[in-house]
């Protein structure tokens, strides 16, 4: 079959040329929504009065015949396959002759390519694919919206499991305060609650069907778009031809949700490759998300945590690259905007191999928790002790002064706060009284934090609580 384009040219494109202009290498991942696109649009095309009856059922009878030779694994590409759009109604030629020649009319690569990309994406978030009347409801792999639950799920889990466990928490990798195990995992819950909810906002702008603008100025056959968006699945039609085959806004959009979600899952991974080293040694990899080294026998290397780490300058990259290529473009369409792909697939890809992979490291983590109370420092104490001093009336400023001269007596006796006499305390300051020994204790200084969101039992639990509703919804 000839190329979808050539007729006012004499000459073959360079063969260099060609394989710098095509696209099929990286494209082909879009063929099921082509498809799927294809068959809506060849019944919207009978619908226009453009295909009769007979002719729409033969093309769709061929595209699926072709969508069966991709879920099969036996679609032969031709060299003269530009892109998808090019080897699938290539292939439909062969499969059906000349009726092949009348799918594409009033439609551009411009508005299929938009359209395909933003179905993609749409199935790759939730996990559905092939919903269209004339194709079958096909499995697939959890969306990345689920993906990205299965971590939260995971991180749930073992707060529950955790619940009452203390450790110390930082700020500037410094002890700080003592907070429980459990409220430290909920901490990356709500990141990634974040995220999802992102995710979700972006969700009625990704669905919105280009197709219908044809190149640039709309469709001429009087093409029922509303209909044609309700078959794909699509929640709204574009208002303005010029602006939709043009579109990458939603990639973007992604891209940038995606790194940010990198970025959380990279602060997570940070503080569990800190937590499982042997200068803290608070929780351990189970074997199977663990690495060995070639030279050192005794190695037990977090490198899944690494990776994690690592791939946020990628999607923060693949962000980049878009918005460069964005940047300075006319009106409608450009063929730099087959620079979209790349990022996205890669993008894609990476959190559909990455997540489950960090679900399972949270999972089977096991925690030490009596290395992580061991390592309370009655340093932690201090800000209750500044507290304490509040409650018997003295203004926080006065109170902390006074405790930083108490923790001072302390370090320069080599004594704890916990172990310093009451006498040295009333030395620093009259307001010290023998009840003191109250406030000098780890897990009642947890307890005392039980506002909405603080380190409490109750409120952690509070947080499970209502991470398992959000999680159910």
């Keep these: 079959m000839a190329k979808l384009w050539g007729g006012r040219f004499e000459k073959s494109p360079d063969e260099q040329l060609w394989r710098f202009n095509a696209s099929i290498d990286f494209d082909r991942r879009l063929y099921a929504a ?31 015949s072709v969508l069966a030779e991709f879920e099969a694994g036996d679609f032969v590409f031709q060299p003269s396959d530009e892109d998808i759009h090019t080897a699938v109604e290539r292939r439909l030629h062969e499969l059906k002759g000349d009726v092949a020649g009348k799918l594409h009319t009033g ?14 994406m749409m199935w790759k978030i939730s996990g559905q694919e092939l919903q269209g009347r004339d194709t079958p409801a096909t499995e697939s792999e959890s969306g990345i919206r689920a993906l990205v639950q299965e971590v939260q799920r995971a991180l749930v889990n073992q707060a529950e ?9 930082y700020t500037h990798l410094q002890p700080a305060q003592p907070i429980l195990v459990s409220h430290w995992l909920m901490s990356f819950f709500w990141m990634l609650q974040r995220d999802i909810e992102r995710l979700d906002a972006q969700l009625p702008r990704i669905s919105s069907m280009p197709l219908g603008s044809a190149a640039l100025a709309g469709n001429t056959f009087g093409l029922d778009r509303a209909t044609l968006a309700e078959e794909l699945g699509f929640e709204t039609v574009t208002q303005n031809s010029l602006d939709a085959v043009a579109d990458r806004d939603f990639i973007a959009e992604f891209l940038f949700w ?18 499982a080293s042997g200068e803290f040694g608070f929780v351990e990899l189970d074997d199977a998300f663990s690495t060995g080294s070639s030279i050192m ?5 977090p490198d899944p945590l690494e990776l994690a780490r690592g791939k946020t300058g990628r999607m923060i990259g693949n962000l980049v690259a ?11 369409y450009d063929k730099d905007l087959q620079e979209d792909k790349e990022p996205l697939f890669d993008t894609v890809e990476t959190l559909e191999i990455e997540l489950p992979v960090l679900a399972g490291v949270i999972s089977t983590l096991s925690f030490r928790s009596k290395r992580m109370e061991a390592a309370l420092q009655d340093d932690l104490l201090a800000t209750d002790l500044a507290d304490y001093l509040v409650r018997r009336g003295v203004p926080f400023r006065e109170s902390h ?9 302390a370090a320069e006796s080599a004594c704890g706060l916990r172990n310093l006499p009451l006498s040295v305390y009333r030395e620093v300051s009259a307001h010290f009284a023998e009840d003191v020994s109250t406030v000098l204790d780890f897990r009642a200084v947890v307890e005392r934090r039980a506002v909405i969101g603080g ?13 398992r509703e959000l999680l159910q919804q």
């Design 34 to 64: 082509d498809i799927t696109g294809s068959i809506a649009y060849a019944r919207a095309l009978e619908r226009a009065g453009i295909l009769a009856a007979e002719e729409r059922a033969d093309i769709v009878e061929g595209l699926m």
């Design 107 to 120: 439609r551009s690569r411009n508005d299929q390519v938009a359209t395909d990309v933003r179905l993609y």
């Design 161 to 169: 499991s955790q619940l009452g466990a203390l450790m110390p928490g």
């Design 258 to 275: 995606a790194a940010l979600l990198q970025t959380h899952l990279s602060r997570l991974a940070e503080d569990l490759i800190i937590y």
């Design 297 to 301: 026998p005794q190695k037990k290397n």
């Design 322 to 332: 878009l918005l460069t290529v964005l940047k300075g473009l006319p009106s409608a």
């Design 401 to 409: 002064h006074i405790v930083g001269r108490v923790v001072r007596r």
């Design 455 to 467: 380190t409490a039992t109750s409120s952690v639990t509070a947080q499970i609580t209502q991470a």
